[in-house]
């Protein structure tokens, strides 16, 4: 009797959004998108955000980046990626829980009034906050001890 050997599959390696089933995709811009695409060979579920390079740019490019994964055990989709692990039912739980806890949304633009007053209620000692919201500029910023240089 033969036997059958499967391919090896490299499970550390994450895979392009051209290797999977695309199954679930929510949001309404494609910056604000979450795509979910089944990996058939893992039988893992990709979580994918659309990934700028070299923005504003002359070679600005972007891409779907797999994230972290769900694997499917018993009823449900879980993430290993916390302890404890956490189970979703649906795929929109999943998106949900994402948006909320995984996705890194963009803050205030530098300079703007709200991304000084982080920048100065940073500096305050814990359990302090600014009184003064609104009334600092970026010579306040400038002048602290460690001023961001982002």
């Given at each position: ?7 090896l ?42 990934h ?20 499917f055990?018993?009823?449900s ?9 956490v ?22 633009s530098?300079g ?39």
């Amino acid at each position: 009797m033969k036997e059958v050997v499967k391919p090896l599959v490299d499970l550390f390696k994450k895979p392009t959004i051209t290797e999977v089933s695309i199954v679930y995709e929510h949001g309404d811009r494609m910056e604000n998108t979450l795509l979910f695409g089944l990996e058939k060979s893992t039988s893992r579920l990709y979580v994918f955000q659309w990934h700028i390079s070299n923005e504003g740019t002359s070679s600005e490019v972007g891409d779907w980046m797999p994230g972290r994964f769900l694997t499917f055990e018993g009823n449900s989709w879980v993430s290993r990626h916390t302890s404890p692990p956490v189970k979703f039912d649906t795929y929109e739980e999943i998106a949900n829980y994402w948006n909320r806890n995984m996705v890194l949304h963009p803050g205030p633009s530098r300079g703007s009034q709200e991304w000084i007053d982080s920048m100065m209620n940073n500096a305050l000692p814990e359990g302090m906050s600014l009184k003064h919201a609104g009334l600092y500029t970026m010579a306040d910023v400038n002048r602290l001890p460690i001023h961001p240089e982002l």
